[in-house]
């Protein structure tokens, strides 16, 4: 009889001492949910640094992850769309979170030279037209809404907010665990928020900055900037618009062209070469994400 009682208690104890295994696609959600999760959580990340979310494919060994896991966090980045049902298919009990919920999706940046286009298109001749007309074939490629949702603080706090109920709902025994990890991370929002904010303080609303990939939508819309985006769609200017790039970067006096190490940067330099403006590596998948949005703040107010 003891021996029944001391494997329940065991069992018990097991149970109480478990983690939540929790896998997520990008690095950032990894930062994020181990903010709140804290020791409680074990997670696995999917998309390794220096690989792109639009196109990556999980290896055999992650695939092992999955079948242990409990949660998948999900935020809608390209990947997703074909692995998660396969993810599925490996772990029928894994429930999956979409961590996009509650936010207003905003169409992902068109390419620069496209609006540029619209604004000057009266001041061309006819050798224009070809060029209009490759611009319309390039937009109907790449229309869609803009997966990068984490680059802006504001839905960073619904992030947040769906990965605590999320833990809650399957690790109910800990929840005063994770709403005490949760309300500083929330103290933690707030601050990148006001940092951000003190260091554009000077910089006049509607401003542009340069970038290679349309991965700051969000972040442009919480301050008020705009972003001129190189490539969209995958797919890199043509000789002809990387001229209208160049000549609209001089008109706005970008201070400096941004870039990620998840892309090739030779269309970046060009440009950049050709305005006298560096080109800074920012990517929008750093796991330090505070960090990472207030130097992108310091670099587009030049300080």
Request: glycine share 4%; charged share 30%.
């Amino acid at each position: 009889m003891k021996k029944i009682i001391l494997a329940s208690i065991i069992a018990l104890s097991s149970v109480a001492y478990a983690k939540v295994n929790a896998v997520v696609s990008i690095l950032p959600q990894k930062t994020f949910v181990e903010a709140i999760g804290g020791e409680k959580v074990n997670v696995s990340l999917m998309v390794k640094p220096g690989n792109s979310p639009h196109s990556y494919e999980p290896k055999p060994s992650q695939m092992k992850d999955i079948a242990k896991a409990d949660i998948y966090f999900a935020i809608d980045v390209e990947f997703e769309n074909v692995w998660l049902p396969k993810f599925r298919n490996q772990n029928k009990t894994m429930e999956i979170v979409d961590l996009s919920h509650g936010i207003k999706k905003q169409a992902i940046g068109k390419h620069s030279h496209d609006e540029h286009d619209e604004h000057k298109e009266e001041k061309h001749d006819e050798h224009h037209d070809e060029y209009k007309e490759e611009k319309h074939n390039d937009h109907d490629e790449h229309e869609g809404l803009d997966p990068h949702i984490w680059t802006a603080p504001s839905n960073v706090k619904i992030i947040a907010k769906n990965i605590y109920n999320e833990l809650v709902a399957h690790d109910n025994a800990n929840a005063s665990y994770y709403k005490a990890n949760y309300e500083k991370f929330l103290l933690h929002i707030k601050k990148t928020d006001k940092a951000i904010k003190k260091m554009l303080l000077d910089v006049d609303t509607g401003s542009k900055f340069m970038v290679f990939h349309p991965a700051w939508g969000y972040f442009a819309k919480d301050y008020g900037l705009t972003q001129m985006a190189i490539e969209s769609g995958g797919k890199n200017p043509k000789p002809k618009q990387v001229m209208y790039l160049i000549e609209e970067a001089k008109e706005e006096k970008v201070k400096a062209v941004f870039t990620a190490p998840e892309f090739s940067e030779a269309t970046a330099k060009q440009i950049a070469a050709e305005v006298g403006v560096p080109v800074i590596k920012v990517s929008p998948l750093n796991p330090k994400w505070s960090k990472n949005l207030i130097g992108l703040a310091k670099a587009i107010a030049n300080k």
